[in-house]
C-alpha cells in the first residue's frame, strides 16, 4: 500500500521556470511533511519541511503549498536553475504514534535545462 | 555533510554471504533509522533504535537485525544475502525519539553477485 503518492516521475524545466511536484497521502494521522533533495551519490538531504497548521511555507526559492482538506501538499522551487537538477523525494510521518518513520513517495527526477 | 557517516561506501558479496553496515549518528542525535532505497520499493524503512533500544520495525526481513550500542553507533547485519538485497542502505539519525528531522548520511551501496 502505497500511503504517499508523487507525481510526475520526471519534469525538464528550462532555467528560470517554475518546478512543481505533487504529492497526495492516505493517513489523516501524518502531521510532519518534508521534502528531501538527492544527487546521485548522496543521501536524502532535507530541505524543507511543513506541519499542517500552516498552508504555506516558504525558503528562499523553495516553497511548501499544503492542504489538509484535499491532503496533497506540493513542493515548488521559483527561479529553477540547473544545480537544482536532483531527485526530490516527499514524505510524511506520525509523530503521535509510536514509529517516527518517514514514508516516502516514489520520488521525482528534476533536469533544469541552461 | 549531514554529519551522518556510513561505513563502507561500497559492498561488493555474494549470495549467501553475512555483511555488517555501519552507521555513526550526528553528534547528539540519539535516534537511529534504517533505510532501503531499491528502484522498484524506493526508499523504504526498516527499523528505528533509540538510545540503544529497539523502538520500530518497518518492512525488515528476518534476515536482518541491527543494533545501537553504547557509543550510539549503530550496526545492520544483513545475512543469507539473496540478489533481490542488492540495494542502498541508508542511516539517519534525529535528536530524540520522537523529533524530526532526521538527517541522512551518504549510504551503502551492497551489491549481490
Known amino acids: 500500500q502505497q500511503q504517499v503518492k508523487q507525481s510526475p516521475q520526471s519534469l525538464i524545466v528550462q532555467k528560470g521556470g517554475i518546478s512543481i511536484i505533487n504529492c497526495a497521502y492516505e493517513n489523516t494521522a501524518f502531521d510532519y511533511f518534508p521534502w528531501y533533495q538527492q544527487f546521485p551519490g548522496k543521501g536524502p538531504a532535507l530541505l524543507i519541511a511543513i506541519r499542517p497548521d500552516v498552508s504555506e511555507k516558504k525558503e528562499g526559492r523553495f516553497t511548501i503549498s499544503f492542504n489538509k482538506s484535499a491532503k496533497q501538499f506540493s513542493l515548488h522551487i521559483m527561479d529553477s536553475q540547473p544545480g537544482d537538477s536532483a531527485t526530490y523525494f516527499c514524505?510524511?510521518?506520525?509523530?503521535?504514534?509510536?514509529?517516527?518513520?518517514?514514508?516516502f513517495g516514489k520520488g521525482t527526477l528534476l533536469t533544469v535545462n541552461p | 555533510d549531514s554529519g551522518v557517516t556510513q561505513t563502507p561506501k561500497h559492498l561488493i558479496t555474494a549470495t549467501g554471504q553475512r555483511v555488517t553496515l555501519r552507521c555513526s549518528p550526528r553528534s547528539g542525535d540519539l535516534s537511529v533509522y534504517w533505510y532501503q532505497q531499491s528502484l522498484d520499493q524506493g526508499l523504504q524503512f526498516l527499523i528505528q533504535?533509540?538510545?540503544?533500544?529497539?523502538?520500530a520495525k518497518g518492512n525488515i526481513l528476518e534476515r536482518f537485525s541491527a543494533q545501537q550500542f553504547p557509543d550510539l553507533h549503530s550496526e545492520l547485519n544483513l545475512s543469507s544475502l539473496e540478489l533481490g538485497d542488492s540495494a542502498l542502505y541508508f542511516c539517519a539519525s534525529s535528536v530524540a525519539d520522537s523529533t524530526q528531522p532526521q538527517h541522512f548520511g551518504d549510504g551503502t551501496r551492497l551489491s549481490i553477485l
Open positions: 533504535y533509540y538510545n540503544g533500544e529497539e523502538r
Open positions: 514524505a510524511a510521518s506520525n509523530s503521535g504514534g509510536s514509529n517516527y518513520k518517514l514514508t
